[in-house]
């Protein structure tokens, strides 16, 4: 069910709403398997559409969890490292659906891309616990809480700044003791945590390597390990930390403190680039609780090679993005060259969603056409994207709820292999991108990055490694098409609109 919209929360143009309902018989959706380490707490909201009230259940539970049976929350602790198997249950007036699911304890968290909200996108400098809070309400109203999205971040501004004019973002930075101090708007930030995590959801903040953020308020240098533990006392699930004022220690170029945002130019060499994301990465592994890693550092020293290495489980490929199809479709089709280096854990993010109410402080509907917001979702999810909502939640419209609940497209992205999709096919306008999935099947993302509607007649299976007879599945509508396979008879017809998408999966037909 949408929220209720006020009429200038519609997009100006909105597209074709091709995700059918979900049905009302449950559907358990979300990836097929869940990390944590050795006694960290645990949280998992199973995820699952179809009339409520629902129960559920969990069979073969590793001890030290639990299930609330009215919530589906699995929660507590596993102190033994193992690969487990469960069974997740979920039941309803009309029906049952039931799922194999992996409960892996080891070293590696964030087995699939992190799905979630971050605030910057909407709020920008303007954001408040308030917002936040709502922000998590509409995530579990709208119902994308059982579609998997899961994180709730609190970008740059949390903390006090430097010299702004407002009263609100005005007071010291730290305590006498070094701790990290909020602003006002934030005046209870464990409660924060609490509230998020109260609500099925996991918490995420914001910080950097330099003595200022992005927008100039507090950041880490020299507190790392302080800072660390106290993320992890106030019950913070992710980290963004963010390179901006650390160019300009890397340089020996900082002025008075108050460095601008210089991105990675300054970074000549890899160590350079690398030394304070390793220093943070070795407190949060520290800490007794779970903290995905966001390496938001731009793409310098070709960071997807050694990201893995400072215990990042993300890492930004790129400058960030904006709401318009240069932006966007510059950053989404120029990622092959990292996707030998993603994988379960360590995923490469191409940055955050541009769809919705957007607007960095001045909301406006995205300026993505809604074809290009069909290719922004598909391409994100062929690529294994860590999906950041960067909308207004309290303005969510039928349309990109559809964008953002389409659970087999969304299956892409969770899928347990991790095989970040490449280009196989640039010809004219055209650009195929193939995806390898666990099951054996292949994702197929058929782009047209050009002006006009693409006509196609595709015939040339062997080109996406494919021999025999295939089933054809369309991801967007839901709907089986019928199997193709030999050459000499079959062939996919299409018509894809300027920047659009067709987006397929085909499995081998037995």
Not at 265 to 292: C, S
Request: hydrophobic fraction near 35%.
């Amino acid at each position: 069910m949408a929220l209720a919209l006020r009429a200038n929360d519609l997009p100006a143009n909105p597209g074709p709403i091709l995700t059918p309902p979900a049905p009302a018989t449950p559907r358990i959706n979300g990836p097929n398997l869940f990390g944590a380490r050795p006694g960290s707490p645990f949280l998992y909201a199973i995820p699952a559409t179809g009339d409520r009230p629902m129960t559920f259940r969990v069979e073969n539970l590793p001890p030290g969890l639990s299930v609330d049976p009215a919530t589906g929350r699995i929660t507590g602790a596993v102190k033994q490292k193992g690969d487990y198997a469960v069974v997740l249950h979920a039941q309803n007036a009309r029906g049952e659906d039931q799922k194999t699911f992996r409960v892996v304890i080891g070293e590696k968290i964030a087995l699939t891309p992190p799905m979630g909200w971050n605030s910057w996108n909407c709020f920008a400098g303007a954001v408040s616990e308030e917002k936040v809070k709502r922000a998590a309400e509409a995530m579990v109203r709208s119902g994308l809480i059982n579609h998997g999205w899961t994180y709730i971040n609190v970008d740059d501004y949390w903390q006090n700044h430097r010299d702004s004019q407002d009263p609100a973002l005005q007071g010291p930075f730290r305590d006498p003791q070094g701790n990290i101090l909020p602003n006002s708007r934030f005046p209870d930030m464990k409660g924060l945590a609490d509230y998020i995590h109260s609500l099925g959801l996991k918490a995420g903040l914001y910080s950097s390597p330099g003595p200022w953020t992005c927008g100039g308020c507090a950041g880490s240098w020299q507190h790392e390990e302080q800072d660390a533990r106290t993320y992890a006392r106030w019950g913070f699930d992710y980290l963004k930390y963010d390179w901006c004022s650390y160019g300009g220690i890397a340089s020996g170029k900082m002025t008075n403190m108050a460095t601008v945002r210089l991105y990675g130019q300054t970074a000549t060499n890899a160590e350079a680039a690398i030394y304070p994301y390793r220093l943070m990465g070795k407190f949060l592994r520290e800490q007794n609780r779970d903290i995905v890693y966001s390496l938001c550092q731009y793409g310098m020293a070709r960071v997807w090679t050694w990201g893995a290495s400072v215990n990042g489980n993300c890492w930004r490929t790129t400058d960030d993005i904006t709401d318009t199809w240069q932006s966007m479709s510059k950053i989404g089709f120029h990622q092959d060259q990292a996707a030998p280096d993603a994988g379960p854990g360590n995923w490469n993010d191409p940055d955050m969603l541009v769809v919705g109410q957007v607007g960095w402080g001045h909301l406006h509907p995205t300026r993505l056409t809604p074809d290009e917001q069909y290719t922004h979702i598909s391409l994100w999810c062929l690529l294994s994207a860590p999906l950041l909502i960067g909308c207004d939640m309290t303005r969510l419209d039928d349309f990109t709820l559809n964008l953002l609940g389409n659970d087999e497209v969304l299956a892409l992205d969770q899928d347990a292999l991790g095989k970040e999709a490449t280009c196989v096919i640039s010809d004219g306008d055209l650009r195929v991108y193939e995806k390898e999935l666990e099951d054996g099947g292949r994702a197929i993302g058929f782009f047209n990055p050009g002006p006009a509607p693409l006509k196609l007649d595709f015939k040339d299976f062997t080109r996406l490694g494919l021999n025999g007879r295939q089933h054809m599945r369309d991801l967007w509508r839901q709907q089986d098409l019928p199997d193709v396979g030999d050459p000499m008879k079959d062939a996919l017809t299409m018509t894809i609109p300027a920047h659009g998408v067709q987006l397929y999966k085909l499995t081998a037909a037995k």
